[in-house]
């Protein structure tokens, strides 16, 4: 599976890229199938199974009519609901009714002479806009009435276009003079304006902003004008193949309208006075190879229809190598068979080297045809394919430290070697091959060559990518088990080694199990980690303090103790012996609050010295000094006045 998803992604990708190499932008390399014809008309019947809108019917019968396909003919059901639905004040409801009752047949009256003359004396009046215009007269048309007075009409339309000359007045605006007729030179000369309004996307397409129903209402108006006006619309062929091209990518829309404008103007390009677009696409898979050394060309038009100009003459201009643009084949003439506009050439008379390759083509009728356009070099995708072959496959286990050379096996394809390989996480195995093409015996370069090994008890598998030496092109796998050891989920056993080829140039892409391995880590799978314990909570993880160092014996404590003690003994003989004045001890709460608190903060310190520690230290001692502070200071301020009074 994995080599035919890569194979088939890398095949769309190329065939992606290399639509870019061809001139998009004025070639069309795609029409309208047969089974996108049949989606379209599902389209248009789900629009009117149940009829619940008139616009939706509208387009979904025309759509139909279109197709050459049946309609509902003066079904009396049918006929009742668009009485029913129809709005005689609304134009677009009248337009939508009366086209319908034209359309499929309807028996009876729609409506009463007294509202067509309406519309006729309105058409006669500028007060209408160009929307509104395009549904009155289309609906006098479709009552089966004579338009009066069409110089006045079309003299309307004038000054309703210089209120509103939007692409959408515009798109209406040409189907009204198309209807109309007459002098429609100011009108015609306005389809220049709407086209150069028109928005190109990627170099290949052109449309108009508001999408698929405005840009069709714009191109088929254009074109049925010119034909009124039998000149040439100021369309060039380049222009005509983009607005084709827009078309084309539209293909999927999904509602009747849409689905209705696509088909108008597809049906416009394959019969016109000025442009027809050719289709020149790849009939089958654009593949060949020696078993199938021919390729086929359909030259049609946009609905896969074969063209009204007789024989044609279809010419390989160049068949180029996308790798190095070497050309392999040139002004090569296709060859016709039982379909007329299908075309074939050998290739492989050429004897191209397998690969991607871009084949410009052109068609021509037998006598000039001026209105063909995007019939010249259009640029199509092709392999070349070819079919593979293993050649000298040998692969050995050796040391990792490359004391001893690997001892190989030969192995032919598509057998499996004989024995069991052995590998233990101190060796390495090595493995050689050379890929061939079957039918020039050359050495091949693939996208993908993997080795593949799969444990056989638990499925689990792991890919590695073998490398291709650029001087001889021969592959070449070395793995270091141990290295691996990791990647292999440290999962000791037997593997199935696969050998995986693949490549959009190759007819027999494959996986080849072509060996048994035993590999033996250092660490077995049971030994390692698990997802069950590497996910399973932690002990809980608590600040533990230093264990306090060994305390001195009690003797050598106290003796320093006393030490100590020493200074402060003789602090206290020379005060008796000086004699101490206390007289002047003031005896009052801050000062007794000072001096108890400095006595207790040194008793702290010898506690802490002696039990506890450095948290329950600094917890005491800020109570103590935030006492002894507060005292302190009332002290000293009343020891500061006193000697301030004393002073006077």
Same mark, same amino acid.
């Given at each position: ?14 065939? &992606?890229? %290399?639509? #870019?190499? *061809? ?5 069309? /390399?795609?029409?309208? @199938?047969?089974? =996108? !014809? ?25 759509? &139909?009519? %279109?197709? #050459?396909? *049946? ?5 009396? /059901?049918?006929?009742? @609901?668009?009485? =029913? !639905? ?42 209408? @806009? ?519």
């Amino acid at each position: 599976m994995f080599l035919c998803i890569n194979a088939s992604a890398a095949f769309l990708l190329i065939l &992606l890229s %290399l639509s #870019g190499f *061809s001139d998009g932008a004025t070639t069309t /390399t795609s029409f309208l @199938s047969s089974s =996108e !014809k049949s989606r379209l008309h599902d389209v248009f019947r789900s629009a009117l199974d149940p009829f619940s809108d008139l616009g939706a019917a509208y387009y979904a019968v025309f759509g &139909l009519k %279109l197709q #050459g396909a *049946s309609v509902p003919q003066n079904d009396n /059901t049918f006929c009742q @609901s668009i009485l =029913e !639905k129809m709005k005689k004040d609304n134009y677009e409801s009248v337009f939508y009714s009366s086209g319908l009752w034209k359309g499929t047949g309807c028996k009876g009256q729609l409506d009463n002479k007294a509202h067509i003359r309406q519309l006729v004396e309105d058409l006669k009046q500028d007060k209408l @806009s160009v929307v509104d215009m395009y549904y009155a007269v289309k609906s006098v048309v479709d009552f089966g009435e004579k338009l009066a007075n069409t110089p006045q009409i079309m003299k309307n339309l004038q000054a309703a276009l210089k209120k509103d000359d939007s692409i959408s007045s515009l798109g209406h605006a040409f189907h009204i003079a198309a209807v109309v007729g007459g002098d429609v030179t100011p009108i015609f000369n306005r389809i220049e304006d709407a086209v150069v309004q028109a928005d190109e996307v990627d170099g290949k397409f052109l449309q108009f902003e508001g999408g698929l129903s405005i840009t069709g209402l714009i191109v088929s108006g254009a074109y049925r004008l010119a034909s009124v006006a039998n000149k040439p619309p100021p369309i060039s062929a380049e222009q005509a193949v983009k607005f084709a091209n827009y078309f084309l990518s539209r293909r999927s829309v999904q509602t009747a309208k849409g689905a209705y404008y696509l088909l108008d103007v597809l049906k416009i390009f394959t019969d016109n006075k000025y442009h027809i677009p050719v289709v020149v696409s790849l009939s089958g898979p654009g593949v060949v190879s020696q078993e199938r050394p021919k390729v086929s060309v359909k030259v049609s038009n946009l609905l896969g229809e074969s063209l009204p100009f007789g024989a044609m003459s279809v010419t390989v201009e160049s068949a180029t190598r996308s790798a190095d643009d070497v050309v392999v084949l040139s002004k090569k003439k296709f060859e016709s068979g039982t379909d007329p506009s299908v075309f074939s050439v050998n290739l492989m008379e050429a004897k191209p080297e397998p690969g991607l390759y871009k084949l410009s083509v052109s068609a021509q009728p037998a006598k000039t045809e001026p209105r063909l356009v995007g019939n010249l070099g259009v640029v199509l995708p092709l392999r070349v394919m070819c079919t593979v072959a293993v050649d000298n496959f040998e692969i050995g286990v050796g040391d990792s430290d490359q004391t001893t050379q690997p001892k190989f096996d030969k192995v032919l394809f598509p057998s499996k070697l004989g024995h069991v390989l052995e590998v233990d996480s101190q060796q390495k195995l090595v493995a050689r091959f050379v890929l061939r093409d079957k039918a020039s015996n050359k050495p091949l370069t693939v996208h993908q060559a993997f080795l593949r090994f799969e444990h056989k008890a638990s499925n689990r598998e792991i890919l590695f990518v073998a490398d291709q030496d650029p001087n001889t092109l021969g592959y070449r796998f070395d793995l270091d088990i141990g290295g691996k050891a990791q990647e292999f989920g440290q999962l000791s056993g037997v593997y199935s080694l696969h050998l995986i080829v693949g490549d959009v140039i190759l007819s027999n892409s494959f996986s080849w199990l072509l060996a048994d391995v035993r590999l033996k880590l250092a660490l077995d799978a049971s030994q390692t980690p698990t997802a069950t314990t590497i996910y399973q909570p932690k002990p809980e993880i608590k600040h533990l303090f230093r264990e306090p160092e060994r305390r001195p014996p009690v003797a050598f404590s106290t003796f320093f103790t006393g030490l100590v003690a020493v200074p402060f003994l003789i602090l206290l003989i020379l005060w008796a012996k000086l004699g101490v004045n206390i007289s002047n001890f003031p005896f009052s709460l801050s000062a007794l609050g000072f001096h108890l608190g400095l006595g207790a903060i040194f008793t702290l310190f010898g506690f802490f010295w002696l039990q506890l520690n450095m948290f329950q230290t600094l917890k005491y001692l800020m109570g103590l000094g935030v006492v002894t502070f507060l005292c302190g200071n009332q002290l000293l301020a009343r020891i500061a006045a006193n000697r301030k009074k004393q002073s006077h």
